[in-house]
């Protein structure tokens, strides 16, 4: 086998290139067919991202895809082809092994609205051939939330079950039935795969019908019973879901792989949480994500062998260690990490000239905002996270007895550790008033009092109408835009006996530590009064009964000095001395308790957060949570009824869509469980941002490409979407059908009538009817007609009335019922070529010959 000649040209313009291997080549897939994949194949799928777009990287995907019915010929070609390629295109590729039905997320993300499994293989001589397609009879098993995927099964009762969604693909009539346990967001996206199917495969000239409840369904169950037959009881049991939940993704561990001598050697390196500097440039390793995931890095500086075996050492390791064969394997080169690769270690940082994502580091924000910016510009607003400048309307209330108290405004910034502040924010954006509800709680806050935070939340944002964005803050994790509300004089008292220390011990010394440079990143905390709390790189504040000492170590700025001096009236209104460290008075030591060792070492800059932001789909199954990913997102992937998360790792966004609202406090729950879970051991602390759909801040909404805010004005419900299929005349006319071909049923046996005889092969026929050379289409709706031997005489159907037609003739489609030689004489043109015409066009051209 001689792969290495003639790889194929990728076109730099096209963002997806797929090739099947056929005979031991590559032959490309014609775009039309994308998302349709053989059992008895291996494909190969390329992504080469066309712009660098705000939440992606640089790095390309290539992926190799094996069918269940795969031969080890076709897939070691596949494997071999997929090397060359990595050659070809460089270290900034990830590679992907993938099995049919276990797909990453990655991959599945490219195919809106789902993937399509067809049985079988196609014929050697390979050539694609785009038609429509009539004499087709399947069945398609449609599962998925997110990520839909469409199995063809036997023709029987026997592949339904009552949890998931099936198609009974007729040719000019398509039948969703959807069972008894399905969500109403698993109908509405299998009702999308089949309307695209529709559109694809049928030019949009196929009728569909969907079988909510089969007692109102009675006209598209009898359809469905001829082909079928009669089902003898009811359809099996829901199927239980094989999702991976967090707490087994969590699990991960990093292993070295090298050679000594003639022996592979597989070494533990480390468990979560895992650190950067565990991978050495010299180093193959291999990380084992709960064996879920395989992935296998491969240092810069490894040697060619070691990046060749990559894939059969992912191998080797399954085997070793019993996991599936369909673990998906993953392949990324140091520098062009992925994402999701990233997010496994605590921290991660970009390689000096090696910055896949430029755009994506944290920006300082500037003295002075522009709000107008902010508002225009919201991949601005979202790097910065800040809406606006912070000069809006700010209200704010204690939870005090279980209730909310409103704080004075000149108490305002004025919070406790052992209380819990409600801090609602109005402010304006292109002429719309906007909320934002700020949820601080103390780290001394007791439970009940946190319960009544979010009992409280909930008041305000019902009255508000839902409203209200809800963010919650834990102290010390205060958001830029929650600091620059209080103008950099936020200061958090010890306890809960009021502001300023109302109810302390007049002797009693407090200390202050003052952190930040400008008004968004400056808070101010009490700490414990003694020497050791101080810190050579910042600012202390010491309050006594007669003096407050201004500290000033010295590894401290100018600006830092500036912050402190605006800080100091909302602590104490005594006199101020200000004392640089190393001059300090004996009286400054002796309200401290004496000197004490403490940090003097000058404190290194944080690094800008490099991370990439990553959407999922949040569902629980079984009480744990389950995320699917959806890699290259758009706001096409927000529907109604998703609760998505969006990972920006300085915040979490929880979005609800408009018909998920039942699940508010849930996806709260399941914000702070994806953190407890993952595997980087995230700080329980980060923000937590709940979003409903239609109230979505500019923090938000600058994380996506191209946000559309009328997206949702008009768009229509799954309900409305059903509504509006209008397969009744359809419906008529294959019943009729069914009526006078007498198709036989079997009564309690569940066995179907003769139509299923043929409608396993029928699939297969009609796909390789599509890519197979020299087929002729079925394209006109004539193939399945009752009348398509010989059609009705046209005095028959010309000028004739409704009630003149005759019986099973549907008015609407008097034409369809002419022999193919009457419609040419008629219409000057065959059936097919006036069914591809626009429908305005039909109707004009049916009234001006007598057939409207």
Excluded at 102 to 112: A, G, K, P, T, V
Aim: glycine fraction near 8%.
């Amino acid at each position: 086998m001689d792969v290495g000649k003639g790889l194929p040209a990728i076109e730099s313009h096209r963002e997806l290139h797929i090739w099947i291997i056929e005979n031991l080549k590559m032959v490309p897939v014609p775009e039309k067919a994308y998302g349709n994949f053989f059992e008895e194949h291996c494909y190969i799928i390329l992504h080469v991202p066309q712009s660098p777009k705000p939440m992606q990287g640089a790095s390309s995907d290539l992926h190799y895809w094996v069918g269940k019915e795969a031969g080890a010929e076709a897939q070691g070609a596949a494997g071999a082809f997929v090397q060359l390629l990595q050659e070809a295109l460089g270290s900034q590729t990830v590679q992907h092994r993938e099995a049919q039905g276990h797909e990453s997320d990655c991959f599945l993300s490219y195919f809106r609205p789902g993937i399509i499994y067809r049985k079988g293989g196609l014929a050697s001589d390979l050539k694609h051939v785009e038609t429509n397609v009539f004499n087709i009879q399947r069945l398609l098993h449609i599962k998925g939330r997110k990520h839909v995927s469409a199995t063809e099964v036997e023709l029987s009762w026997n592949s339904f079950n009552k949890g998931d969604v099936f198609l009974l693909d007729l040719g000019r009539m398509m039948i969703q039935w959807n069972g008894p346990k399905t969500s109403i967001s698993e109908k509405s996206r299998g009702l999308t795969l089949t309307c695209s199917l529709q559109e694809r495969e049928r030019g949009g000239r196929a009728q569909i019908g969907v079988v909510d409840d089969e007692a109102e369904a009675t006209d598209l169950m009898q359809i469905m019973e001829a082909v079928l037959g009669c089902r003898a009881g009811s359809v099996r049991a829901a199927m239980p879901n094989k999702s991976i939940n967090q707490l087994q993704k969590a699990n991960v561990r990093l292993y070295h792989v090298y050679e000594k001598g003639e022996d592979l050697v597989v070494q533990e390196l480390a468990t979560h949480p895992l650190t950067q500097d565990l991978l050495q440039e010299e180093d193959c390793c291999i990380l084992d994500q709960g064996g879920f995931k395989i992935y296998v890095w491969q240092g810069r500086m490894s040697s060619p062998q070691d990046k060749k075996a990559a894939f059969t050492r992912a191998g080797g390791f399954i085997r070793a260690k019993g996991y599936p064969t369909y673990t998906n394997v993953e392949v990324v080169n140091d520098g062009a990490e992925s994402a999701a690769f990233q997010q496994l270690f605590r921290t991660w940082s970009t390689k000096p000239g090696r910055n896949k994502n430029p755009g994506r580091l944290n920006k300082l924000i500037p003295a002075k905002l522009d709000v107008g910016l902010l508002h225009s510009q919201p991949e601005l607003a979202a790097q910065l996270r800040m809406v606006d400048d912070g000069s809006g309307k700010v209200e704010v209330w204690c939870i005090q007895d279980l209730r909310r108290q409103p704080v004075d405004p000149k108490h305002h910034g004025q919070l406790c550790t052992g209380n819990c502040y409600l801090v609602l924010y109005t402010y304006q954006k292109l002429g719309r008033v906007q909320y934002i509800l700020y949820l601080w709680q103390g780290h001394q806050a007791p439970a009940d009092e946190i319960k009544a935070l979010n009992c409280n939340a909930e008041e305000l944002d019902a009255m508000h109408c839902g409203a209200l964005v809800q963010e919650h803050v834990t102290m010390g994790s205060e958001p830029p835009h929650f600091l620059a509300i209080f103008q950099g004089q936020l200061v958090v008292f010890q306890g809960s006996t009021g502001h300023k220390g109302e109810g302390q011990p007049a002797s009693a010394a407090r200390l202050f530590h003052v952190q930040g440079t400008d008004s968004h990143n400056t808070r101010t905390m009490e700490v414990a009064a003694r020497a050791s709390s101080l810190n050579s790189s910042d600012i202390f504040l010491l309050v006594t009964a007669s003096i407050c000492y201004l500290w000033f170590g010295k590894g401290c700025n100018g600006d830092q000095r500036e912050m402190a001096r605006v800080v100091v009236p909302a602590i104490s209104g005594k006199s101020v001395e200000t004392v640089l460290e190393g001059q300090e008075p004996n009286h400054f030591w002796v309200a401290l308790g004496g000197r004490a060792p403490y940090p003097n070492s000058k404190r290194l800059p944080e690094e800008g957060c490099s991370r990439q932001p990553r959407l999922f789909e949040c569902c629980s199954q079984m009480g744990c949570l389950v995320l699917t990913e959806v890699v290259f997102f758009s706001q096409e992937d927000l529907g109604k009824y998703d609760v998505m998360l969006l990972d920006t790792w300085q915040e979490i966004f929880l979005w609800l869509g408009e018909a998920a609202s039942e699940w508010k406090k849930a996806a709260v729950a399941w914000g702070r469980e994806y953190l407890e879970t993952h595997p980087a051991g995230r700080s329980p602390a980060t923000p937590l941002v709940l979003i409903k759909q239609g109230h979505e801040p500019p923090t938000f909404t600058g994380w996506f490409f191209a946000w559309d805010p009328y997206k949702w004005t008009n768009h229509q419900s799954h309900e409305q979407v059903e509504n509006s299929l209008g397969a009744a005349a359809a419906v008529s006319e294959i019943t009729a059908e069914v009526n006078n071909l007498q198709l036989s049923r079997w009564p309690g046996e569940g066995r179907a009538g003769p139509l299923t005889r043929q409608a396993l092969k029928g699939s297969q026929d009609s796909s390789e009817s599509e890519l197979a050379p020299g087929r002729k289409a079925a394209g006109s709706p004539t193939s399945t007609s009752p009348a398509s031997s010989g059609g009705l005489p046209r005095e028959l159907l010309r000028h004739q009335a409704a009630e003149d037609l005759p019986e099973g003739v549907d008015p609407a489609r008097k034409e369809f019922y002419l022999s193919d030689s009457d419609f040419q004489d008629i219409f000057g043109k065959s059936k097919e070529e006036f069914y591809s015409m626009a429908k305005w066009k039909q109707q004009q051209e049916k009234k001006r010959l007598g057939f409207f």
